[in-house]
């Protein structure tokens, strides 16, 4: 039977690339975001390719609307396959002058909704054999100079999710964590940016297309595997926090002085 697939943040970006990757392989794919126009846009193009897509506009980080886009899609197709974790924003501003009503906010959407969304999805996605994805980031792992609100959000979605995999093991349900480095989606420009100044960009920098990091996660999940870095850079930098912390701190004041701290 085909698979049902629910993916957040559904209307832009590496979410709205999943959305194709997924029905081109015959998925059905429920998807969720809060502007209903794009997401109902993006629906009708997977349609229109020959694909099966639900669209349930809704907020992540209100009850009632987690509730119902898992409602929706038992309602609509009876069972859930896979839980793609998808929908976030950033926050970039020195520790210092963190906003802490706008770190609450950050973490009701990058932290507490994949959770709870989690926890409703687990009876149907035990029922399958089914995965439960967590979109992170490189900066779950690494956090640079004026990235301290949105890294420390993804560093909360790693635990939470190594915590689940372990949990979720006995019930069949398997817990993917991706790691994209830079993306080309307009995540930039969703982001609440006071000062993005790092003082460093690495040396080749080069964004990903959101196509090639949704092929990547859909083999993911085909392949049953529990962690996905989509480039070398991400490769580089994560081998590099685990194995040199002393001249990643180096590294870290380094880029902080060069951007005037
Ligand atoms: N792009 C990158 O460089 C990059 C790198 C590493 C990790 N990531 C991660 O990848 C994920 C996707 O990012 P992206 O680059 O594809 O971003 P994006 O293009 O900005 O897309 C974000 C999506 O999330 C939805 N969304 C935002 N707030 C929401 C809410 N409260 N409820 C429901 N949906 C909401 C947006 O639609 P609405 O605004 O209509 O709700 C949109 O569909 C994020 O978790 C991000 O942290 C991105």
């Given at each position: 039977?085909?698979?049902?697939?629910?993916?957040?943040?559904?209307?832009?970006?590496?979410?709205?690339?999943?959305?194709?990757?997924?029905?081109?392989?015959?998925?059905?794919?429920?998807?969720?975001?809060?502007?209903?126009?794009?997401?109902?846009?993006?629906?009708?193009?997977?349609?229109?390719?020959?694909?099966?897509?639900?669209?349930?506009?809704?907020?992540?980080?209100?009850?009632?609307?987690?509730?119902?886009?898992?409602?929706?899609?038992?309602?609509?197709?009876?069972?859930?396959?896979?839980?793609?974790?998808?929908?976030?924003?950033?926050?970039?501003?020195?520790?210092?002058?963190?906003?802490?009503?706008?770190?609450?906010?950050?973490?009701?959407?990058?932290?507490?909704?994949?959770?709870?969304?989690?926890?409703?999805?687990?009876?149907?996605?035990?029922?399958?054999?089914?995965?439960?994805?967590?979109?992170?980031?490189?900066?779950?792992?690494?956090?640079?100079?004026?990235?301290?609100?949105?890294?420390?959000?993804?560093?909360?979605?790693?635990?939470?999710?190594?915590?689940?995999?372990?949990?979720?093991?006995?019930?069949?349900?398997?817990?993917?964590?991706?790691?994209?480095?830079?993306?080309?989606?307009?995540?930039?420009?969703?982001?609440?940016?006071?000062?993005?100044?790092?003082?460093?960009?690495?040396?080749?920098?080069?964004?990903?297309?959101?196509?090639?990091?949704?092929?990547?996660?859909?083999?993911?999940?085909?392949?049953?595997?529990d962690v996905l870095e989509t480039s070398l850079f991400v490769k580089t930098a994560s081998l590099a926090a685990r194995v040199a912390?002393?001249?990643?701190?180096?590294?870290?004041?380094?880029?902080?002085?060069?951007?005037?701290?």
């Amino acid at each position: 039977m085909a698979p049902v697939v629910v993916i957040t943040g559904a209307s832009s970006g590496i979410g709205r690339s999943l959305a194709f990757s997924w029905a081109k392989r015959g998925a059905r794919v429920v998807l969720s975001a809060r502007g209903r126009d794009a997401l109902e846009g993006v629906a009708s193009e997977v349609r229109a390719a020959g694909g099966d897509a639900l669209a349930v506009a809704g907020d992540v980080t209100v009850e009632e609307d987690r509730k119902a886009l898992c409602e929706r899609a038992l309602g609509a197709y009876g069972r859930l396959d896979v839980l793609v974790n998808n929908a976030g924003r950033g926050y970039y501003t020195p520790s210092i002058e963190i906003d802490p009503a706008e770190l609450e906010a950050l973490y009701r959407l990058n932290v507490v909704a994949p959770v709870r969304l989690a926890q409703l999805a687990i009876e149907p996605l035990a029922a399958t054999k089914g995965t439960l994805v967590m979109v992170s980031s490189i900066a779950g792992l690494v956090a640079a100079p004026r990235m301290g609100p949105y890294a420390s959000s993804k560093f909360a979605l790693e635990a939470l999710a190594m915590s689940l995999r372990a949990e979720l093991s006995s019930r069949g349900v398997r817990v993917l964590v991706v790691r994209p480095g830079p993306v080309e989606t307009p995540f930039h420009a969703n982001a609440v940016v006071t000062d993005d100044n790092v003082g460093y960009r690495p040396p080749g920098h080069k964004k990903q297309s959101p196509d090639e990091v949704a092929e990547m996660i859909v083999c993911a999940v085909d392949a049953g595997r529990d962690v996905l870095e989509t480039s070398l850079f991400v490769k580089t930098a994560s081998l590099a926090a685990r194995v040199a912390p002393g001249p990643m701190r180096w590294l870290s004041r380094r880029m902080a002085r060069r951007s005037g701290f």
